[in-house]
């Protein structure tokens, strides 16, 4: 059992949706329970081993000093390091501060200030650590996290598309919103990887997978414009859970100041 | 776990949602001093949502908890439409009760089988608990899995769910997709009987406490997302006069703030509240099940909150089949949202207890003010009240054994310090 590869989860700043998604492989975790040692989970277990481990899965984002001094050491116990999510990969929907006066923001939220301590941003693992693999969504697919770690497990790359969610529309048979219903959706910048849930759900995508490999966020503001977005909306529409993913930055950056 | 001379620490308390910490300081057999830290990182919901429309709360709150995001996107909503004086549709209602269940299920399931039943049995995690319980362990992965075909089905995911939307459902389910859920859902239903059964036969700390209850309560049903805030010593209100009533405090040791009731102090919500508060709208079958676990009201005794949990599930399978069986899909999926200014707050239950939101909305619609209070918060000084009487009964046993007592009393709350503001750090200091 000591050659089995040792599996640690952390989490930062975050909502545990990520590290849950593993617990709800209800058909696979058992399996991977047997594949794999899981001797770090803490919101699963309280066996806490230490390092060092053949991967670490990372969930959440850096908004304090404090975690920005234990990336460090996650990050040298842990052979590979894979971040998990939008909060790891971007940022999450806390980097909305990013563009605010954070100190404000506390004031919003407690009576007493000076008792939180708190980053002025909340930033992606990678700005911080390198990173092997960032496996996207809000939350992350959980078929896509046993792909990842089957794959990484067996030295291969994992199958994990960085096209976007027009792709998977197309491919589930869901008839675009945009063009027949003039609705507002992110699906063309988008990663897939969700399943295009939102146009299946007869709304438009709002980009919890952050942006795909390639996207044309200039062109999809002229889209908004058309269908009658101002740019207030525009640019709120891709400051949400990946707001800091450079590509969605810059795209909500440029509606701020066209 | 170390134990040099009075102090005695744990680094983490695991299987809790969240990262929080337990210091408890003693003096003699006398508890000095108990404080839950929770050093979970701010994440400052309340501040960003001020500015964002408020047809996107429903998608955004979800983010704060993985574990219960319908219960943040159903306060939000009925919250939302209370400021815009929305109506919605009854059938819209019954699919609200019907996610609701689903998310109830998931969450009493994953918190029975994988957080808490470790503790009664004497395992670090589900996992090594699968070795001598795998019909167990596999019963509660299938459980949950019910539970989350409802929210799947529903909202297209298990975790933060598409289909929530201030006024209704982006879009509702048919017919014959609901009716896909049922035969699983039987066997939820006799599967949670059976597990409450299983759970009432653990062994539990004599300890009972006079708690002040609160939850919602209504005249014909199991509380879900409607009814008044009550409580055992005679508090009945509507949502919009919580904040006459309820209290928060900001403690330096804490990321989340600590709810009281005015004049009172502590108070508890979850399963045992709302079970000692609403017993007789418990569908008979759950009657039965709490009957057959020996469970007689009021439960006083916060470790019985797993067997209250899984008298719960039954109601939650039961529930979800009834609205099911009766689900005529609604004329529209959702009343569009009119563009007039207000306030408006309401209360839900979420697994972990009352969940309460407060927003001001423009007349474009645009959030001005939000306030959220999660159940975890409300119980915060709850735990630290019980502890400070559990502990000193604790006090001849060895330090391993008195902190992982510690620890099953702070997971009786299933607390979800995500939601609060993750892991527990235990540390007693012995003076």
């Not at chain 2, 709850?382 to 992982?404: K, N, Q, S, W, Y």
Request: proline share 6%.
């Amino acid at each position: 059992m000591g050659s089995k590869p040792r599996i640690a989860v952390f989490k930062f700043a975050s909502c545990d949706g990520c590290q849950l998604s593993l617990l709800d492989a209800e058909d696979e975790l058992l399996g991977v329970a047997g594949a794999v040692d899981i001797v770090y989970f803490p919101e699963a277990s309280r066996t806490m081993l230490k390092g060092p481990y053949d991967i670490g899965l990372v969930e959440g984002s850096i908004t304090t000093h404090h975690d920005a001094e234990r990336i460090q050491q996650v990050r040298r116990q842990c052979r590979m390091l894979i971040t998990i999510g939008a909060c790891a990969t971007a940022g999450g929907i806390q980097a909305l501060r990013n563009w605010k006066d954070v100190d404000e923001f506390v004031r919003v939220v407690y009576a007493t200030p000076q008792y939180i301590s708190t980053l002025k941003m909340s930033t992606p693992i990678a700005e911080h650590v390198p990173v092997d693999f960032e496996l996207r969504g809000c939350p992350i697919n959980k078929h896509q996290l046993i792909e990842l770690i089957t794959a990484t497990l067996a030295g291969r790359k994992p199958n994990i598309p960085a096209y976007s969610v027009c792709m998977e529309c197309k491919r589930r048979g869901t008839v675009c919103v945009v063009v027949a219903r003039g609705v507002a959706c992110l699906g063309p910048v988008t990663q897939a990887g969700c399943g295009a849930l939102c146009p299946s759900f007869d709304r438009g995508c709002y980009g919890c997978y952050g942006p795909m490999e390639s996207p044309n966020t200039g062109s999809l503001t002229n889209q908004f414009r058309i269908l009658g977005q101002n740019d207030q909306q525009i640019s709120q529409s891709f400051r949400s859970y990946n707001a800091w993913a450079w590509q969605f930055r810059k795209a909500s950056e440029e509606c701020e100041h066209a | 776990m170390s134990q040099g001379g009075k102090t005695i620490r744990v680094d983490y308390l695991a299987r809790v949602e969240g990262e929080g910490g337990l210091y408890i300081k003693l003096k003699g057999d006398q508890v000095q001093e108990v404080q839950l830290k929770i050093f979970e990182p701010p994440r400052l919901f309340e501040a960003f949502l001020r500015g964002r429309h408020s047809s996107e709360v429903p998608d955004i709150v979800a983010r704060i908890c993985g574990i219960c995001p319908i219960a943040y996107q159903m306060s939000a909503s009925h919250a939302i439409e209370r400021a815009l004086g929305i109506e919605i549709d009854p059938s819209v209602r019954l699919l609200r009760r019907l996610f609701y269940c689903g998310e109830w299920i998931e969450s009493h399931a994953l918190h029975i089988f994988m957080l808490h039943a470790p503790d009664f049995l004497g395992y670090p995690d589900a996992i090594q608990m699968a070795r001598d319980h795998r019909g167990t362990v596999e019963q509660g992965l299938r459980l949950k899995k019910a539970g989350n075909r409802i929210i799947t089905l529903m909202g297209g995911r298990e975790i933060h769910p598409v289909s929530a939307a201030v006024g209704g459902f982006h879009k509702v389910p048919s017919k014959t997709g609901l009716r896909s859920l049922v035969e699983d859902l039987k066997w939820a239903l006799d599967a949670s009987f059976s597990t409450a059964r299983l759970v009432a036969g653990f062994e539990f700390p004599d300890f009972e406490q006079d708690y002040e209850f609160v939850a919602l309560s209504h005249p014909d049903e199991y509380p879900l997302n409607e009814g008044r805030l009550v409580s055992n010593r005679g508090l009945i209100i509507d949502a919009a006069d919580y904040e006459e009533h309820f209290l928060e405090q900001h403690v330096n040791y804490s990321n989340a703030l600590h709810s009281y009731l005015r004049g009172r102090g502590s108070y508890l919500v979850g399963p045992l509240a709302r079970f000692n508060l609403n017993f007789s709208r418990l569908p008979e079958i759950a009657q039965q099940a709490a009957r057959d676990c020996g469970l007689a009201l009021p439960c006083r005794n916060p470790f019985r909150s797993i067997v209250v949990r899984a008298v719960e599930m039954v109601f939650a399978c039961h529930e979800a089949l009834r609205a099911i069986a009766e689900y005529e899909p609604p004329a529209a999926p959702r009343v569009e949202m009119a563009g007039r200014a207000g306030v408006g707050s309401a209360a839900t239950e979420a697994p972990r207890g009352l969940l309460y939101h407060r927003y001001e909305i423009d007349e474009r619609g645009t959030i001005l003010l939000a306030k959220i209070v999660p159940p975890t918060s409300q119980n915060q000084k709850r735990i630290e009240d019980d502890l400070r009487h559990f502990v000193p009964g604790l006090m001849p046993r060895p330090a391993e054994e008195i902190t992982l007592r510690c620890e099953q009393a702070v997971r009786n709350y299933d607390p979800c310090i995500s939601c609060a503001t993750h892991f527990l750090r235990l540390k007693i200091d012995r003076e």
